[in-house]
């Protein structure tokens, strides 16, 4: 499986990273590993302009990441289009590896758009009672909170629920108001 790093659980500089590891970064310029990066985006459930959006997609281009990790991403029909834009002008830029993160199964269209979809992030707690209807063998989950005695079972079982890529980690977002929404 691989692993991604998001922002609020960056390893540990002791950890010997591999081809199978990305470190999703907050801002560019804040480089705070040499590693393969995905830029974050917040495309606030659907919320931002197109236009600042993709200039986020500009400035990571320039900042030299190998992708995008586009976070708080919708997750209906509606959402689509913009969602498909972006990674379309993405492309264009270079940037071709592209993770969405809605965190939660998407409407079948988003399927086409030939990205990595992260169906999962949330806390250890929901993940175990999680039935994981609507995601594929292959989707990323992001369980975070796990105690960590539990991260081994929680790396196992994250295994056997078919996720492609993901982590389980101890550590928590920041949690506010605007990021419990989702659309």
């Known amino acids: 499986m691989k692993t991604l790093f998001p922002p609020y659980a960056h390893p540990s500089p002791c950890l010997e990273l591999d081809a199978d590891t990305w470190i999703v970064?907050?801002?560019?310029?804040?480089?705070?590993?040499?590693?393969?990066?995905?830029?974050?985006?917040?495309?606030?459930?659907?919320?931002?302009?197109?236009?600042?959006?993709?200039?986020?997609v500009d400035a990571w281009r320039a900042d030299g990441v190998e992708g995008l990790f586009l976070d708080r991403a919708p997750a209906g029909s509606g959402g689509v289009g913009p969602v498909a834009l972006t990674v379309r002008l993405a492309a264009r830029r270079g940037l071709h590896r592209v993770v969405l993160n809605p965190g939660v199964p998407t409407h079948p269209l988003y399927r086409d758009l030939g990205v990595r979809i992260c169906t999962f992030e949330g806390?250890?707690?929901?993940?175990?009672?999680?039935?994981?209807?609507?995601v594929r063998p292959g989707d990323g989950h992001i369980v975070h909170g796990v105690p960590a005695p539990l991260l081994t079972a929680a790396r196992r079982l994250m295994g056997?629920?078919?996720?492609?890529?993901?982590?389980?980690?101890?550590?928590?977002?920041?949690?506010?108001?605007?990021?419990?929404?989702?659309?």
Do not use: K, M, N
């Open 25 to 56: 970064r907050e801002q560019p310029g804040d480089r705070r590993t040499l590693h393969q990066s995905l830029g974050r985006i917040d495309l606030d459930w659907g919320s931002r302009s197109l236009a600042d959006v993709l200039s986020d």
């Open 123 to 134: 806390p250890w707690s929901a993940y175990q009672s999680w039935d994981g209807d609507g």
């Open 160 to 183: 056997r629920r078919g996720a492609g890529f993901g982590l389980a980690t101890d550590a928590a977002p920041r949690i506010t108001a605007t990021t419990t929404s989702r659309g």
